[in-house]
């Protein structure tokens, strides 16, 4: 597999690049880009040699999502940065994945065994954007950073029970009570969390299925909830959401 990495930080290329050949003899690092200014032309004259790129979102002279703007990448994407506030914006194009510095050998093991497995499920050659759609329906969110004072956790998504917002604020709540704030709106996470397991019931609440204890049938057809951990106000569905919620939840009556 041939590989362009777009970094311009040379440490973090030369890391990149160490972690890629120890994950494959096959893998050959074609080139390290360090800017849009010698990316796009690049990419435009040889994308054809290439068979994925890694991109970091913030470099000196812009975002590299610009690039996509300028020419029609072709090739499958996995983008690396500091900061997870680009989620979003990342999969709107060809990204197949999303990883967060610092890059461990393990997330980056877990992204090309993800791209190995989606090629072996295609029948025949794709172009990114269908393989794009295809992944899209498999890939959420499956972490969260939060700050606590000067330290950083990350919160594996499927210890979460609820999200919940304060006034400008949001909340996670764990399975195990605790609490964070994070920075992010509730209409982003409805982007970023699987609809299966996650379900938006109001304007100030996004709950997971198996935090949800008890339905019951509420005034005006619409329901409450009662979630495990407990909350300090009624989560209700609201009305014009029930019928949703309800072919959600299993069809329940």
């Known amino acids: 597999m041939k590989v362009v990495i777009l970094e311009d930080e040379p440490l973090a290329a030369e890391k990149l690049e160490r972690y890629l050949l120890k994950f494959s003899g096959d893998i050959e690092v074609l ?60 999969f709107k194009v060809n990204s197949i994945d999303y990883l967060l510095k610092p890059i461990t050998f393990t ?58 917002a304060e006034g400008r604020d949001v909340y996670l709540k764990r399975k195990n009570g605790k609490k964070y704030l994070i920075e992010y709106t509730l209409e982003v996470l409805e982007e970023l969390l699987d609809p ?19 339905v019951v049938v509420y005034a005006n057809r619409r329901l409450k909830l009662t979630l495990d951990p407990k909350t300090e106000g009624e989560v209700v569905v609201s009305r014009e959401k029930v019928s949703f919620f309800k072919q959600w939840f299993g069809g329940i009556a």
């Open 31 to 90: 080139c390290k880009l360090d800017s849009l200014g010698n990316a796009i032309p690049w990419i435009a004259e040889h994308q054809d040699s290439v068979d994925l790129f890694f991109m970091d979102i913030q470099l000196t002279d812009g975002l590299s999502f610009e690039i996509f703007s300028k020419i029609d990448v072709s090739k499958p994407v996995i983008f690396t940065t500091a900061f997870d506030e680009f989620a979003i914006d990342a």
């Open 196 to 214: 299966k397991q996650f379900f938006r019931t109001n304007r100030s609440f996004i709950v997971h299925i198996n935090a949800i204890v008890d």
């Open 107 to 164: 997330d980056l093991s877990r992204a090309l065994k993800k791209l190995e497995q989606l090629r072996e499920q295609l029948s025949e050659p794709m172009q990114i954007g269908s393989l794009v759609r295809e992944l899209g329906r498999k890939v959420y969110k499956d972490r969260f950073l939060v700050r606590m004072g000067n330290h950083i956790h990350s919160i594996p998504t499927e210890t979460i029970a609820y999200f919940y």
